[in-house]
């Protein structure tokens, strides 16, 4: 998707380092609709979040990046996968998450520490705005830091 190394290129404009983890890199190239949709059933959230965790141990050793806390971002299914990762491993410091995949759950992003900014489209036809109302109300519950930002009639994306 072109918007997601264009996001990485903002972020180095802005002097930061980004790294967008190909977690489709075992999807067959060449497959089928059935050996795609075959990949994607088997493949669960803890083979995403072990490629990103790769990627982020990556960085971590990399001379480029100052050792601290790192921020996660993601958009849809990408957006459930940072707030996954944040809620599972240590060291980051910031999530965002966009137009988060409707089948994430409070209490799958329960421990979730670092301060959370969500953003949905009211429009959203695939993933409801009310998933993010409910995981930052739940957060806030927690007494976390959570900032919600709706885009009245914005749809996916």
Not at 87 to 110: Q, W
Not at 133 to 139: E, G, S, V
């Amino acid at each position: 998707e072109e918007y997601i190394p264009n996001t990485c290129a903002a972020l180095a404009l802005g002097g930061f380092v980004g790294l967008a983890p190909d977690i489709y890199h075992a999807l067959p190239v060449d497959g089928s609709r059935e050996q795609v949709n075959a990949f994607l059933a088997a493949h669960t959230d803890r083979n995403y979040l072990a490629d990103i965790r790769a990627g982020a141990d990556y960085l971590r050793g990399h001379a480029s990046v100052a050792a601290g806390p790192m921020g996660i971002l993601g958009f849809c299914s990408g957006g459930r996968r940072a707030l996954l990762y944040a809620a599972a491993f240590d060291g980051i410091g910031a999530v965002v998450a966009y137009h988060t995949a409707s089948m994430t759950t409070t209490s799958e992003v329960a421990a979730v520490r670092a301060p959370t900014q969500l953003h949905h489209g009211t429009g959203d036809k695939v993933s409801p705005h009310e998933v993010s109302l409910a995981i930052a109300k739940h957060l806030r519950d927690l007494g976390r830091t959570v900032e919600a930002h709706l885009y009245e009639g914005a749809d996916h994306g």
